[in-house]
């Protein structure tokens, strides 16, 4: 097993809540007795700023030699209008997901009993703990099908996935049922979409393999609603690029801030950490941001590619100590309540550690 990180922190608050989560793994490290090296990139904004390109080659190679990615957020207004091939998101991140062949993204969502005054959802859809999982395909799908086409009169994308693609993801929703509370939703549009009916065929085919794993299907429209009236029904939500992409993060806002959840975007090699939020420019360099999700995607990445999973135990049990106390950054605190800065909270959680 290797010990070489990749640290790509982005663009507006990436690079700060990257730095706390760094404070973070050298207190583990020094705790645990393990060392890991540390070589730091450019990648989005960041990078076509100074390279013009938000992948440059430098990157591509670091990444490439290394045995685990933790990234900070990227992008922001500012490259909004440039060509798709060169923007932060598709030819930055996108295309960095291609590079390591990242198949999967696993988004943990946890409302805690703290903080369910944060949650937009109402003390009686919240009469349990919300804990779910969305097991996201990230390599194919809309996203990435071909033919894709874009002119002032007409534009189209195409959605296409193989057997084998479906088979891949269904397995690793499935054995994480199986440690947790061993249900899988399988979200689709089998109703409407051929891609869906292939999928929802595959994963019925694979649950064979899966007795013991209740499965249910369920329309992506009618996903998105249950979500909202009663997330409690979750355990592990399987589904495709593009429904992913929009469950996750409604998921996410379940939990009351995008700066609480991490990810993990596992690939056949090298890993890829970040958390579920974005650049958030309007509030960068202000010491606002909520370090959280990316010091738990550390926690991740030092469990999942590392094996240092009492470093990473370490670090969640701090976090949950943290909110039990009553620290709390902007994003997560109520009228009233005290706010400390995105560096104080990295502090108090090595505190605790």
Known sequence: MGNKIAVLPGDGIGPEVVDEALKVLHKVE????????????????????KTGHPLPEETRKLALASDAILLGSIGGPKWDNLAPELSPEIGGLLALRKLLNLYINLRPAVVYEELKDSSPLSAK????????LTVRELAHGIYFGQPKSLTDEEAFDTMIYKREEVEQIAHVAFQAARKRKGK??????????SSSKLWRKVVIDVHQ?????????????NAAMQLMLNPLQFDVILTT????????????AICGSLGML???SLGAEINLFEPAGGSAPDIAGMGKANPIAQILSLAMMLETSFEQNDAAAAIRKSVDKIIADGYRTGDIAMSGEDVISTSEMGDVICKFI
């Open 30 to 49: 020094d705790k645990f007795g393990f060392k890991l090296e540390i070589e730091k990139g450019l990648i989005g904004g960041a990078a076509i700023e």
């Open 125 to 132: 859809v919240l009469s349990g703990k919300v804990d779910l």
């Open 184 to 193: 899988v939703t399988s979200v689709d549009k089998a109703n409407v979409l």
């Open 209 to 221: 393999q899966y007795k013991d794993v209740e499965l249910e299907h369920m329309y992506v429209d």
């Open 241 to 252: 690029n593009l429904f992913g992409d929009i469950l996750s993060d409604e998921s996410a």
């Open 262 to 264: 991490p990810s993990a």
